[in-house]
């Protein structure tokens, strides 16, 4: 996600369609999502249309550090009988990407943390955790 203005809330809506789609087909279902934040301040869009576009300059920190609250604030469904529209598993990386040059992944304080519940880590433990619960006893 390069865009943070509407983009943030649109992607915030394709994941909550995305899951209900998921867990409408197969409610034991696990929907996972990982959802990708730029935080480079001087991204250049390839498309023709957006050479030269000139930007806002924006505190990309409290930017992106916004984008991410509105993901982390998103309850994780925990059971096939919670709510449809809930992602199992959820995270966050945060990247940096001028449009140009090979992105690079941040670890730094921007990016959520070891023990966050959206770090990659944390990630990996819950959906491996209901993969097992919801599938380890069906052969």
Known sequence: MTAHGKARWNRYGDLIAYCNHVHNHRPDCIAAAIVVVNCCPVYENPDAFAKGLARPR??????????????????????????????????????????????????????????????YDSFLETFCSLYAKRFSSRR
Do not use: W
């Open 58 to 119: 924006l505190d990309m920190k409290k930017v992106v550090k916004d984008t991410i609250k509105i993901f982390a604030d998103i309850p994780l469904r925990s059971s096939a009988n919670d709510p449809n529209d809930q992602p199992e598993a959820l995270t966050v990386m945060v990247v940096n990407y001028d449009g140009v040059n090979p992105a690079k992944l941040v670890t730094d304080e921007l990016a959520p943390q070891p023990g966050n519940p959206i770090h």
